[in-house]
């Protein structure tokens, strides 16, 4: 399982990495993983505001279907138009091929969430 | 199994008929004058030309590519796939229940409504509930109806702030699904690691915005909810109503009851527990029932008893409505009383238990070879977390895909959700030991395989007509109808 350091990482398996003002915002391999091959990804809407812990899109895989959570409050400025060509790129690279890039409301929730080595043993009791 | 693997398209050829008309002996009229063109199909109506035997030889051969309890066992998890007697066709191919008419006046059909009538009351005994509606024609049906009344309920209190239903994560996904459906958010509560409900987090989640908590007892995992009745309790203070998944009865029947755990409204799954058809478009059968103080509240019309006579009562001002024309599937009706009259009260106890020691005995003789997350005695289905060779290249769905090679229905697999890789068992009462041994053999040498040459699991199935379908592309790319090249 990969898990990639200086990111931040929630319980629902969701990961953000800063970028500037911005923040990037996908799902980790274990939940990648777990949910096998994906099919479809639901993105959110542009200039949605979303608040943390609240769905901001759907992720299908041959599995199951799951809601994402937002890891922190936040307004979405962009979304990853190639996962609705190519939802299987999640399964390539978690990592590399997020799901959409937000404007965090107060980089201070960052410090609610998991880093790498928390996140790391947070897996290991979830397995 | 049967190679035959044709669409009726692709063996028509044009010209070829089945029939023959005598001549034409009325004239022929202008069709735009009969009906109008912007009625009319503009495309010409593609239809299979074929013969009478060649049509009768394609529906047989396909008829026999089913697979279905009687043809093999069929241990799909949460879904209760028993063998349904035939003494239930013979009762419901009666002229006198078959040939009635839905609107036949209430006098000629006091039989039927005495069976609607002497069901319900049944149904009720059996669960310890007071009244039961038999309309909703599926299980997702009365779960909707379940919940329509739980909100029917507070909202005739002067209560509508109770917009949100509680939902476990270990949840079939038709609770959250009908709850959303019902108007309702759904809070979704995360599970103890033994698939139980989890005390505090209910605690946290329970507020008076909070209609009630759906709920299956036995859980998902098929373990027993001690905790059931501190559950009922801590929903009741809350002011909500606790609602019963009858998907897992077949576990407890005769031996306890889900009102006298407490819960305050139920669905039933005629064609799970009490053996009527499954699949295949049944139809099913999912009546609900309810306690006392919800009982003005089912769908109406509800069949009554006024002294000798049966009638509909229509004059039901707080029902929720009427879910289903007429009365529900009624020939599933007769099926499910017939099973229920022959077995008894004796013999309904004896299906539970008998579903339960299956169900154990399979899970005892596989735990050496495949992960079992939660080693306890099981109710009637239990839940495997994939081989138990970790290292091993094979995945749950390529033992699901060998499965086919031996003839087997496969288990239900990656349900539930909190159980990684998860292979749910649910052999139900009305197997053979021989059966379940032969089954039990099959799946350790599958997990021998796995070790050994994992490419047969890898490749399977290679005995069926169509080999591993690519589930992406089927997920993705579905090809759903045939079209002319």
Same mark, same amino acid.
């Given at each position: 399982?990969?898990?990639? !350091?200086?990111?931040?990482?929630?319980?629902?398996?969701?990961?953000?990495?800063?970028? @500037?003002?911005?923040?990037?915002?996908?799902?980790?391999?274990?939940?990648?993983?777990?949910? @096998?091959?994906?099919?479809?990804?639901?993105?959110?809407?542009?200039?949605?505001?979303?608040?943390?812990?609240?769905?901001?899109?759907?992720?299908?895989?041959?599995?199951?279907?799951?809601?994402? &959570?937002?890891?922190?409050? @936040?307004?979405?400025?962009?979304? !990853?138009?190639?996962?609705? !060509?190519?939802?299987? &790129?999640?399964?390539?690279?978690?990592?590399?091929?997020?799901?959409?890039?937000?404007?965090?409301?107060?980089?201070?929730? &960052?410090?609610?969430?998991?880093?790498?080595?928390?996140?790391?043993?947070?897996?290991?009791?979830?397995? | 199994?049967?190679?035959?693997?044709?669409?009726?398209?692709?063996?028509?050829?044009?010209?070829?008929?089945?029939?023959?008309?005598?001549?034409?002996?009325?004239?022929?009229?202008?069709?735009?004058?009969?009906?109008?063109?912007?009625?009319?199909?503009?495309?010409?109506?593609?239809?299979?030309?074929? %013969?009478?035997?060649?049509?009768?030889?394609?529906?047989?051969?396909?008829?026999?590519?089913?697979?279905?309890?009687?043809?093999?066992?069929?241990?799909?998890?949460?879904?209760?796939?028993?063998?349904?007697?035939?003494?239930?066709?013979?009762?419901?191919?009666?002229?006198?229940?078959?040939?009635?008419?839905?609107?036949?006046?209430?006098?000629?059909?006091?039989? +039927?409504?005495?069976?609607?009538?002497?069901?319900?009351?049944?149904?009720?005994?059996?669960?310890?509930?007071?009244?039961?509606?038999?309309?909703?024609?599926?299980?997702?049906?009365?779960?909707?109806?379940?919940?329509?009344?739980?909100?029917?309920?507070?909202?005739?209190?002067?209560?509508?702030?109770?917009?949100? $239903? $509680? =939902?476990?994560? %270990?949840?079939?996904?038709?609770?959250?699904?009908?709850?959303? /459906?019902?108007?309702?958010?759904? =809070?979704?509560?995360?599970?103890?690691?033994?698939?139980?409900?989890? $005390?505090?987090?209910?605690?946290?989640?329970?507020?008076?915005?909070?209609?009630?908590?759906?709920?299956?007892?036995?859980?998902?995992?098929?373990?027993?909810?001690?905790? /059931?009745?501190?559950?009922?309790?801590? =929903?009741?203070?809350?002011?909500?109503?606790?609602?019963?998944?009858?998907?897992?009865?077949?576990?407890?029947?005769?031996?306890?009851?889900?009102?006298?755990?407490?819960?305050?409204?139920?669905?039933?799954?005629?064609?799970?527990?009490?053996?009527?058809?499954?699949?295949?478009?049944?139809?099913?059968?999912?009546?609900?029932?309810?306690?006392?103080?919800?009982?003005?509240?089912?769908?109406?019309?509800?069949?009554?008893?006024?002294?000798?006579?049966?009638?509909?009562?229509?004059?039901?001002?707080?029902?929720?409505?009427?879910?289903?024309?007429?009365?529900?599937?009624?020939?599933?009706? =007769?099926?499910?009383?017939?099973?229920?009259?022959?077995?008894?009260?004796?013999?309904?106890?004896?299906?539970?238990?008998?579903?339960?020691?299956?169900?154990?005995? $399979?899970?005892?003789?596989?735990? +050496?070879?495949?992960?079992?997350?939660?080693?306890?005695?099981?109710?009637?289905?239990?839940?495997? +977390?994939?081989?138990?060779?970790?290292? %091993?290249?094979?995945?749950?769905?390529?033992?699901?895909?060998?499965?086919?090679?031996?003839?087997?229905?496969?288990?239900? /697999?990656?349900?539930?959700?909190?159980?990684?890789?998860?292979?749910?068992?649910?052999?139900?009462?009305?197997?053979?030991?021989?059966?379940?041994?032969?089954?039990?053999?099959?799946?350790?040498?599958?997990?021998?395989? +796995?070790?050994?040459?994992?490419?047969?699991?890898?490749?399977?199935?290679?005995?069926?007509? /169509?080999?591993?379908?690519?589930?992406?592309?089927?997920?993705?790319?579905?090809?759903?109808?045939?079209?002319?090249?």
């Amino acid at each position: 399982m990969k898990i990639v !350091n200086g990111l931040y990482y929630t319980q629902d398996h969701e990961w953000v990495k800063l970028e @500037g003002n911005a923040a990037l915002v996908g799902i980790t391999d274990f939940a990648a993983h777990a949910l @096998g091959s994906i099919v479809f990804v639901e993105l959110p809407e542009v200039d949605a505001e979303i608040e943390a812990e609240e769905n901001f899109g759907t992720i299908e895989s041959v599995k199951a279907a799951s809601d994402m &959570l937002m890891p922190v409050t @936040g307004k979405v400025i962009a979304v !990853n138009e190639d996962l609705e !060509n190519d939802p299987s &790129l999640v399964n390539s690279d978690p990592y590399e091929n997020w799901i959409c890039k937000i404007e965090i409301a107060n980089k201070a929730d &960052l410090d609610e969430l998991m880093n790498a080595e928390e996140y790391e043993a947070f897996c290991k009791e979830e397995a | 199994m049967v190679k035959y693997d044709q669409l009726i398209f692709e063996i028509s050829k044009e010209g070829r008929k089945g029939y023959a008309f005598p001549g034409c002996k009325v004239d022929n009229v202008n069709l735009d004058e009969m009906i109008p063109s912007a009625l009319r199909r503009g495309t010409e109506i593609i239809l299979p030309e074929v %013969s009478e035997p060649q049509l009768v030889r394609h529906y047989t051969q396909v008829s026999m590519k089913n697979f279905g309890v009687d043809t093999g066992f069929y241990p799909l998890g949460s879904c209760t796939m028993k063998y349904n007697p035939k003494i239930n066709e013979d009762m419901a191919s009666l002229p006198k229940f078959s040939a009635l008419h839905p609107h036949q006046e209430e006098r000629t059909v006091q039989g +039927a409504l005495e069976l609607m009538h002497n069901l319900s009351g049944m149904l009720s005994e059996i669960g310890g509930m007071d009244a039961f509606s038999l309309q909703p024609a599926a299980g997702a049906q009365g779960e909707l109806a379940g919940l329509m009344i739980i909100k029917a309920y507070h909202e005739k209190r002067g209560d509508f702030k109770r917009t949100k $239903i $509680i =939902v476990p994560d %270990s949840a079939h996904g038709t609770n959250p699904a009908s709850a959303h /459906i019902a108007g309702f958010d759904v =809070v979704e509560i995360k599970s103890t690691k033994d698939g139980a409900i989890d $005390i505090e987090n209910l605690k946290a989640a329970l507020n008076d915005e909070i209609a009630g908590l759906m709920l299956t007892n036995p859980s998902t995992l098929g373990l027993f909810e001690k905790n /059931i009745v501190e559950i009922a309790k801590l =929903v009741h203070e809350a002011g909500g109503q606790l609602y019963y998944d009858g998907a897992n009865l077949n576990a407890i029947m005769g031996q306890t009851r889900p009102g006298d755990m407490g819960f305050d409204v139920v669905h039933y799954n005629l064609h799970k527990t009490f053996t009527t058809p499954h699949g295949g478009g049944g139809p099913g059968s999912g009546p609900v029932g309810v306690k006392k103080h919800l009982e003005p509240f089912l769908p109406k019309p509800v069949v009554t008893k006024v002294g000798d006579t049966f009638t509909l009562d229509n004059n039901r001002p707080d029902s929720i409505g009427r879910l289903k024309s007429f009365n529900g599937n009624f020939g599933i009706l =007769v099926r499910a009383y017939t099973y229920i009259l022959t077995m008894g009260a004796e013999g309904l106890s004896r299906v539970s238990e008998m579903a339960v020691l299956n169900a154990n005995y $399979i899970q005892e003789k596989l735990k +050496a070879h495949y992960t079992l997350p939660v080693d306890t005695i099981c109710k009637h289905e239990f839940v495997l +977390a994939g081989l138990k060779n970790e290292l %091993s290249t094979c995945s749950t769905l390529d033992v699901a895909k060998r499965l086919l090679d031996h003839g087997y229905h496969p288990p239900t /697999i990656y349900f539930p959700l909190i159980v990684p890789n998860a292979i749910m068992i649910e052999p139900t009462e009305t197997e053979s030991l021989e059966t379940l041994d032969a089954f039990i053999d099959v799946m350790i040498q599958i997990s021998k395989e +796995a070790d050994e040459n994992p490419e047969l699991l890898k490749n399977a199935p290679t005995t069926t007509v /169509i080999r591993r379908v690519d589930e992406v592309m089927a997920a993705r790319s579905p090809i759903l109808k045939w079209e002319k090249q």
